[in-house]
C-alpha cells in the first residue's frame, strides 16, 4: 500500500507562523506552539492587547476630531440661515462608511460559516475515529469472550469424551492450549481499551464550545447591521434622536469589533503555530494523556513506511494459532467421530466458534492498519488548519472593516445631525414638512410691492368676508374715472377707512390681511391719475 494522503500547511500557515514574537519584556519567543509555556502565553497576550491598543487610539481621534469640530469652527454671521459648506460631504462620507461596514459584515457572516464548518469536520473525524477504536474494542471482547466459553465447555466436553484415547485427549489439549494463546494475543489488540482520554468527549466538548462561538458571532454581526440600517434611515430621515441613539450604539459595537479583533488574531497566530508542524505536539499529549506506548502513536499519527506495525506479531502469532486450531479440530472430526458419535456436537460448536472468531480476526487487521485512522486524523487537521483558519482570517478582516467604517461614522454623524433643519412640533404631528413655509407665512405678513414714484402705502385690514370680483359671464364692473378713486366698501358691513390708490395695478398681488385672510383684487380696475 501506498502512503495515505496527509496533511499538509497551507500558505496562511506559513505566512502567519513567520510573524515575530515577544513577551511583555519584548524579549523574541520561539514560534512553536507551546501553550503551556509563560513566554509563549505572553506572547499571544501581547498580540491580543494590540487591539485593545488599537482602540485606545480610535477613540482618542474620534475625540480630538470632534473637540476639534466642535471648538474650532468659524463663527456664522447673524441672520445665516444658509448651511455650512461641506454638510453634504459629511453626510455621504458617513453614508460611505456604513455601506463599507455592511460589506465587512457579508465578510463576516461568510468567515463565520468557513469557521463551523471547519471545526465540523474536525468534531466529524473524531467521532469517526471514536467509532474505529469501539469496533476494535468490541471484536477483541466478542472474540475473547467466544474462545473463553469454548475452552470452558465445548474442548472440557471433548477431553471427557476422549479420555480414553490418550492421542486423542492429547491432540484435544493441545488445541485448548491454542485457544487460550489467541484469546491472550487478541487481548492485547484493544489498545485504547481502558483508556481515560474519549474521543467521544473531545467531540461534544469542541461542538458545544464551537455552537457558542457561532451563535455570539452571529449575534454580534446582526447588532452590527441593525445600526447600520437604523443610522441610514436616521439620515434618510433627518430624526435627530435616532441618528444620537445609532450614535451611541455604533459606540458600542466598535468596543465589540476591536474585542473581536484582539481575540482572532491570537486565536489565528496560535492556531498557525499549531498547525505548522503538528504531531509533535499531539503526539506529547497523548501520550501524556493516555499512557500508551509511543511506537503505537507515531505508527497511527504518521502512518508511513520507517514505522513498523506495533500489532504485527501479535497479529501472525494469532493467525498460526487460529490455524493449527482448525487443523487440530478437522483431524479430531476424521478420526475421532467414528469411534465417538457423540463428540460431533462439541466439534460442530467448535467450528462456529473459531470460523466467527476468523470473521472478527480479518476485521481487526482492517481496522487496526494505520490508514483509517490516520485518515481521520488528516480530515480533523484539514478541517481545523484549513478551513477553521481560513474563517478567522475572514473573521479578523470583518472586524479590521467595521472598527474603521465605525470610527469614520462616529467622526461624521454628530457633524450631520448638527445640519439637520429644526422640527417644528406641529409639523411633526402632521407628520410633513411642506407645511413648516405656509406657517411661517401666515404669522409674517408680507406687504405689496410698491411702484415707482408712489407713496408708502398702508396695509389694509379687511374683516374675513372677501371682496365683490368679477365672475366669467357677468358684466364687468364700470372703470373708476381718472384720479384717485376710493376703494369701494363691501356690503359685509362697516370697514376701516379707504386707500387712496394713485396708480393702477394690471396684475394685483394678493395681500395677507388679518389672520389667515387673503384679499384678492382680482376684478378691480384703480385709474391711472
Given at each position: 500500500?501506498?502512503?495515505?494522503?496527509?496533511?499538509?500547511?497551507?500558505?496562511?500557515?506559513?505566512?502567519?507562523?513567520?510573524?515575530?514574537?515577544?513577551?511583555?519584556?519584548?524579549?523574541?519567543?520561539?514560534?512553536?506552539?507551546?501553550?503551556?509555556?509563560?513566554?509563549?502565553?505572553?506572547?499571544?497576550?501581547?498580540?491580543?492587547?494590540?487591539?485593545?491598543?488599537?482602540?485606545?487610539?480610535?477613540?482618542?481621534?474620534?475625540?480630538?476630531?470632534?473637540?476639534?469640530?466642535?471648538?474650532?469652527?468659524?463663527?456664522?454671521?447673524?441672520?445665516?440661515?444658509?448651511?455650512?459648506?461641506?454638510?453634504?460631504?459629511?453626510?455621504?462620507?458617513?453614508?460611505?462608511?456604513?455601506?463599507?461596514?455592511?460589506?465587512?459584515?457579508?465578510?463576516?457572516?461568510?468567515?463565520?460559516?468557513?469557521?463551523?464548518?471547519?471545526?465540523?469536520?474536525?468534531?466529524?473525524?473524531?467521532?469517526?475515529?471514536?467509532?474505529?477504536?469501539?469496533?476494535?474494542?468490541?471484536?477483541?471482547?466478542?472474540?475473547?469472550?467466544?474462545?473463553?466459553?469454548?475452552?470452558?465447555?465445548?474442548?472440557?466436553?471433548?477431553?471427557?469424551?476422549?479420555?480414553?484415547?490418550?492421542?486423542?485427549?492429547?491432540?484435544?489439549?493441545?488445541?485448548?492450549?491454542?485457544?487460550?494463546?489467541?484469546?491472550?494475543?487478541?487481548?492485547?489488540?484493544?489498545?485504547?481499551?481502558?483508556?481515560?482520554?474519549?474521543?467521544?468527549?473531545?467531540?461534544?466538548?469542541?461542538?458545544?464550545?464551537?455552537?457558542?462561538?457561532?451563535?455570539?458571532?452571529?449575534?454580534?454581526?446582526?447588532?452590527?447591521?441593525?445600526?447600520?440600517?437604523?443610522?441610514?434611515?436616521?439620515?434618510?430621515?433627518?430624526?435627530?434622536?435616532?441618528?444620537?441613539?445609532?450614535?451611541?450604539?455604533?459606540?458600542?459595537?466598535?468596543?465589540?469589533?476591536?474585542?473581536?479583533?484582539?481575540?482572532?488574531?491570537?486565536?489565528?497566530?496560535?492556531?498557525?503555530?499549531?498547525?505548522?508542524?503538528?504531531?509533535?505536539?499531539?503526539?506529547?499529549?497523548?501520550?501524556?494523556?493516555?499512557?500508551?506506548?509511543?511506537?503505537?502513536?507515531?505508527?497511527?499519527?504518521?502512518?508511513?513506511?520507517?514505522?513498523?506495525?506495533?500489532?504485527?506479531?501479535?497479529?501472525?502469532?494469532?493467525?498460526?494459532?487460529?490455524?493449527?486450531?482448525?487443523?487440530?479440530?478437522?483431524?479430531?472430526?476424521?478420526?475421532?467421530?467414528?469411534?465417538?458419535?457423540?463428540?460431533?456436537?462439541?466439534?460442530?460448536?467448535?467450528?462456529?466458534?473459531?470460523?466467527?472468531?476468523?470473521?472478527?480476526?480479518?476485521?481487526?487487521?482492517?481496522?487496526?492498519?494505520?490508514?483509517?485512522?490516520?485518515?481521520?486524523?488528516?480530515?480533523?487537521?484539514?478541517?481545523l488548519c484549513e478551513d477553521a483558519l481560513e474563517g478567522l482570517l475572514f473573521l479578523l478582516l470583518f472586524s479590521l472593516l467595521s472598527a474603521g467604517a465605525l470610527a469614520t461614522a462616529l467622526c461624521s454623524l454628530p457633524r450631520a445631525w448638527a445640519q439637520f433643519p429644526p422640527r417644528n412640533p406641529s409639523a411633526s404631528c402632521s407628520g410633513s414638512h411642506l407645511s413648516e413655509p405656509l406657517l411661517r407665512a401666515r404669522r409674517e405678513p408680507v406687504p405689496p410691492p410698491l411702484l415707482p414714484g408712489l407713496p408708502e402705502q398702508t396695509p389694509l385690514t379687511r374683516p374675513t368676508a372677501p371682496l365683490t370680483t368679477a365672475r366669467p359671464g357677468q358684466d364687468a364692473p364700470p372703470a373708476a374715472p381718472p384720479g384717485p378713486q376710493p376703494v369701494a366698501q363691501e356690503e359685509a358691513g362697516p370697514g376701516p377707512a379707504p386707500e387712496d390708490t394713485s396708480a393702477?395695478?394690471?396684475?394685483?398681488?394678493?395681500?395677507?390681511?388679518?389672520?389667515?385672510?387673503?384679499?384678492?383684487?382680482?376684478?378691480?380696475?384703480?385709474?391711472?391719475?
Amino acid at each position: 500500500m501506498g502512503e495515505p494522503p496527509g496533511y499538509r500547511p497551507s500558505a496562511w500557515v506559513h505566512l502567519l507562523h513567520q510573524l515575530p514574537r515577544a513577551d511583555f519584556q519584548l524579549r523574541p519567543v520561539p514560534s512553536d506552539f507551546a501553550p503551556r509555556e509563560p513566554g509563549y502565553q505572553q506572547a499571544l497576550l501581547l498580540v491580543a492587547a494590540l487591539a485593545g491598543l488599537g482602540l485606545g487610539l480610535s477613540l482618542i481621534l474620534i475625540a480630538a476630531y470632534l473637540i476639534r469640530v466642535c471648538c474650532c469652527r468659524p463663527p456664522e454671521p447673524p441672520g445665516a440661515k444658509s448651511p455650512p459648506p461641506g454638510g453634504g460631504c459629511v453626510t455621504w462620507s458617513c453614508i460611505a462608511a456604513l455601506l463599507v461596514s455592511c460589506a465587512g459584515i457579508g465578510i463576516g457572516f461568510y468567515g463565520n460559516s468557513e469557521t463551523s464548518d471547519g471545526v465540523a469536520q474536525l468534531s466529524a473525524a473524531l467521532l469517526q475515529a471514536n467509532h474505529t477504536l469501539s469496533a476494535v474494542d468490541a471484536l477483541v471482547s466478542e472474540s475473547v469472550e467466544r474462545l473463553g466459553e469454548a475452552v470452558r465447555t465445548e474442548l472440557t466436553t471433548l477431553e471427557e469424551v476422549f479420555a480414553q484415547r490418550t492421542e486423542l485427549v492429547a491432540a484435544t489439549r493441545g488445541a485448548r492450549r491454542q485457544a487460550e494463546a489467541v484469546a491472550q494475543q487478541l487481548g492485547g489488540l484493544a489498545f485504547w481499551q481502558g483508556v481515560p482520554l474519549s474521543p467521544l468527549q473531545v467531540a461534544e466538548d469542541v461542538s458545544f464550545v464551537e455552537e457558542y462561538r457561532w451563535l455570539a458571532y452571529v449575534l454580534l454581526l446582526l447588532l452590527e447591521l441593525l445600526v447600520c440600517l437604523f443610522t441610514l434611515l436616521g439620515l434618510a430621515k433627518q430624526s435627530k434622536w435616532l441618528v444620537i441613539m445609532m450614535t451611541v450604539m455604533s459606540l458600542v459595537v466598535l468596543v465589540l469589533s476591536w474585542g473581536s479583533l484582539g481575540l482572532e488574531a491570537a486565536t489565528a497566530v496560535g492556531l498557525s503555530d499549531f498547525c505548522s508542524s503538528p504531531d509533535t505536539y499531539i503526539l506529547n499529549l497523548t501520550q501524556e494523556e493516555t499512557g500508551l506506548d509511543s511506537d503505537i502513536l507515531s505508527y497511527y499519527f504518521l502512518c508511513n513506511q520507517a514505522v513498523a506495525n506495533p500489532f504485527q506479531q501479535r497479529l501472525t502469532l494469532s493467525q498460526r494459532a487460529l490455524a493449527n486450531i482448525h487443523s487440530q479440530l478437522q483431524g479430531l472430526e476424521r478420526e475421532a467421530v467414528p469411534q465417538f458419535p457423540s463428540a460431533q456436537k462439541p466439534l460442530l460448536s467448535l467450528e462456529e466458534t473459531l470460523n466467527v472468531t476468523e470473521g472478527n480476526f480479518h476485521q481487526l487487521v482492517a481496522l487496526l492498519h494505520c490508514r483509517g485512522l490516520h485518515k481521520d486524523y488528516s480530515a480533523a487537521l484539514r478541517g481545523l488548519c484549513e478551513d477553521a483558519l481560513e474563517g478567522l482570517l475572514f473573521l479578523l478582516l470583518f472586524s479590521l472593516l467595521s472598527a474603521g467604517a465605525l470610527a469614520t461614522a462616529l467622526c461624521s454623524l454628530p457633524r450631520a445631525w448638527a445640519q439637520f433643519p429644526p422640527r417644528n412640533p406641529s409639523a411633526s404631528c402632521s407628520g410633513s414638512h411642506l407645511s413648516e413655509p405656509l406657517l411661517r407665512a401666515r404669522r409674517e405678513p408680507v406687504p405689496p410691492p410698491l411702484l415707482p414714484g408712489l407713496p408708502e402705502q398702508t396695509p389694509l385690514t379687511r374683516p374675513t368676508a372677501p371682496l365683490t370680483t368679477a365672475r366669467p359671464g357677468q358684466d364687468a364692473p364700470p372703470a373708476a374715472p381718472p384720479g384717485p378713486q376710493p376703494v369701494a366698501q363691501e356690503e359685509a358691513g362697516p370697514g376701516p377707512a379707504p386707500e387712496d390708490t394713485s396708480a393702477p395695478h394690471p396684475h394685483p398681488t394678493p395681500r395677507w390681511a388679518g389672520e389667515g385672510t387673503l384679499i384678492s383684487t382680482r376684478g378691480t380696475n384703480l385709474g391711472m391719475g
